[in-house]
């Protein structure tokens, strides 16, 4: 079934360490986003890419990094968790970047403690 | 600042009409979009309004009003599934998606 898969689904992490969120898709979209996404605020926007190779920053980026080396990978990368990282990160694809509508991958519940 | 609003939580009844409302200011306008967020999943895409007027897909329709700066969602013939958060976005002039914080919708049989 053609998508996006996120990985892991959730995972629980010591603060101070680091880890990577993957997100792979296959329906060979140009645009792909990171979001989170806390209880009683809207999704935010944390690093954007609308093409291979490019990568924006967002709302909130700081304490996180991603890359798009080609276009069905995008890895979000915290390199020193903190408590206030806790959240749903969700992963997004759009066909370009002005698309209509844009297709979320499953999430990954990370709790940093 | 950039700003969506709409109601925290609404309570309707199973095969009832209900509205949910967005208003927003955001720094330039091409387009709103509504996505249903069942608990513990993905939001997925509903509508999108770019002219103002209604747009209707089955069930669901969605209303733009630019000089106002407001849409609503409605939804008719509830049914229990449609228990869910309802999330309103608008992307700006840079082609970013701002999003409301979400309503809660709770469907009582």
């Known amino acids: 079934t053609a998508g996006i898969t996120q990985a892991p689904t959730s995972q629980i992490l010591a603060a101070g360490r680091s880890m990577t969120l993957r997100c792979t898709q296959d329906?060979?979209?140009?645009?792909m986003y990171w979001y989170r996404q806390d209880l009683g605020l809207g999704l935010r926007l944390i690093h954007y890419?609308?093409?291979?190779?490019?990568?924006g920053k967002g709302e909130v980026p700081d304490g996180y990094s991603v890359s798009r080396a080609n276009t069905d990978d995008f890895p979000l990368t915290l390199a020193s968790a903190v408590p206030s990282q806790t959240s749903v990160y969700f992963c997004?694809?759009?066909?370009?970047?002005?698309?209509?509508?844009?297709?979320f991958g499953s999430g990954t519940r990370l709790t940093v403690v | 600042g950039q700003n969506i609003d709409q109601p925290t939580e609404m309570t309707a009844t199973e095969g009832a009409i209900v509205q949910i409302n967005c208003t927003y200011q955001?720094?330039?306008?091409?387009?709103l979009f509504w996505y249903q967020q069942h608990a513990g999943e993905a939001p997925t895409f509903l509508s999108y309004?770019?002219l103002d007027g209604l747009e209707e897909k089955g069930r669901f329709s969605s209303f733009l009003s630019r000089s106002k700066g407001y849409s609503y969602l409605l939804l008719k013939e509830l049914q229990m599934k449609d228990s869910a958060s309802y999330l309103c976005?608008?992307?700006?002039?840079?082609?970013?998606?701002?999003w409301g914080a979400g309503t809660k919708l709770i469907i009582k049989p």
């Open positions: 997004a694809t759009s066909p370009e970047a002005e698309g209509k509508g844009y297709t």
């Open positions: 329906m060979r979209h140009n645009a």
């Open positions: 890419s609308n093409t291979a190779g490019t990568t």
């Open positions: 955001t720094s330039g306008f091409n387009g």
């Open positions: 309004n770019v």
């Open positions: 976005a608008v992307m700006d002039s840079n082609y970013q998606l701002i």
